[in-house]
């Protein structure tokens, strides 16, 4: 495996997530409606986020103090990252696995926390260097929304990069995961198409799979339109969405269709077991923890044979001529074995893998550059790996 340099190059930006619609009695059809509507409405919001420098995040991180003791899962967290966890823990939010799909999707998350730490810090959010614009995508039975990322540079033609957001294929939205994909295309100079698939429990597996599946062919299929170039498409996900972006390059390569030139796969949802020493070392961590997990299989699976389907458990799938993929993960944090594991099993497939955990941060550390160095190198060695891929 490659170690890439440990730089703090990167990108963020941060939109305030709207607020979906509660209700147990609430239709898949209105659940859908109300999620899109908010896409859309966000997709011409005024944008923001770009590069920090690298004196700039050392002064946000000496300004950034937890409010308490260390938890007693994280030993190891760094000073700005408890800041962050601290600062999601005072909102005093009911535990997800207490609360219904609708519900779950109003608690405040780990980019609430950031925002709020922003505000507090007076950290700025400088301009973005990406214009935004929502596009609709056929699916079975329907369509979903997606945001399209474009750089500001001028080029005729970019490489294109797929995007699936987290969320335990329940929760979250584009908002959530805006950093991100920002990040990713003002970095890797490339157009982001960022996927809203549809969610459970109202859709089950696998409907988040099959739409990403979609989503991958339509991104193929309009490159050209986005001012992309459909010969260098590429893969990339975090946690949940990790898990469908490895499952579209096993979908492109069962189904003949042309593989991702790339994947990169952030702390991705790789197994159905909630055993593995991560699991029991990071059992209460935040902001994922195992109940919250097992709380998503419920949501997501017909039943409990679907964990044991390729597209869910990645390590025990058949891996061999998959795309040259990019695994990131969090020390603190649950899925850090089984990224590990994939990681070895892709090896074992033939696959090139560039794999690294990065110590001292939680899960959904990936998207918080404008707080965390390690934010800034993960993202440095994704885009180093796309840029690869693309011949940049």
Not at 12 to 35: D, N, P, W, Y
Request: hydrophobic fraction near 40%; aromatic fraction near 8%; charged fraction near 20%.
């Amino acid at each position: 495996m490659r170690t890439l340099p440990n730089t703090y190059l990167g990108s963020m930006a941060l939109i305030a997530a709207f607020c979906m619609l509660v209700g147990s009695c609430e239709s898949k059809r209105s659940v859908e409606t109300e999620r899109q509507a908010r896409d859309e409405a966000a997709d011409t919001a005024t944008p923001s986020g770009t590069t920090n420098t690298a004196d700039s995040i050392e002064l946000v991180e000496e300004g950034l103090k937890p409010t308490g003791a260390k938890p007693v899962w994280a030993d190891e967290i760094t000073g700005p990252m408890q800041a962050v966890i601290d600062k999601l823990s005072s909102y005093n939010a009911k535990p997800i696995p207490q609360l219904t799909a609708q519900q779950a999707r109003q608690n405040p998350t780990p980019t609430t926390a950031v925002l709020d730490l922003m505000k507090e810090n007076n950290i700025a959010m400088p301009p973005s260097r990406v214009d935004t614009v929502g596009k609709k995508i056929p699916v079975a039975g329907g369509q979903i929304h997606a945001r399209v990322y474009t750089p500001k540079t001028g080029k005729a033609s970019y490489p294109v990069i797929v995007y699936y957001h987290g969320g335990g294929w329940v929760i979250a939205d584009l908002d959530t995961y805006d950093a991100s994909a920002r990040g990713l295309a003002e970095q890797t100079d490339a157009v982001v198409i960022s996927v809203a698939y549809r969610q459970a429990p109202e859709n089950k597996f696998p409907t988040a799979h099959n739409d990403s599946f979609a989503a991958y062919k339509w991104a193929l299929q309009n490159a050209a339109s986005l001012k992309g170039d459909p010969k260098k498409v590429a893969v990339v996900g975090e946690s949940a969405g990790g898990n469908l972006a490895a499952a579209v390059s096993m979908m492109a390569r069962d189904q003949k269709v042309q593989m991702p030139v790339h994947q990169v796969l952030v702390y991705p949802i790789a197994g159905y077991a909630t055993n593995t020493e991560s699991y029991q070392k990071y059992a209460a961590a935040k902001p994922l923890d195992k109940p919250m997990m097992e709380w998503f299989f419920q949501q997501y699976l017909r039943t409990p044979a679907d964990g044991k389907n390729p597209w869910i458990n990645l390590v025990g799938a058949n891996l061999k001529g998959l795309p040259p993929t990019t695994i990131i993960n969090a020390q603190l944090d649950p899925l850090q074995t089984e990224g590990q594991q994939l990681a070895d099993r892709l090896e074992a497939a033939g696959v090139e893998v560039d794999h690294k955990v990065y110590d001292g941060v939680t899960h959904e550390f990936f998207g918080m550059t404008t707080v965390l160095r390690e934010a800034k190198a993960a993202q440095k060695q994704a885009v180093t790996g796309l840029k690869d891929a693309f011949g940049l």
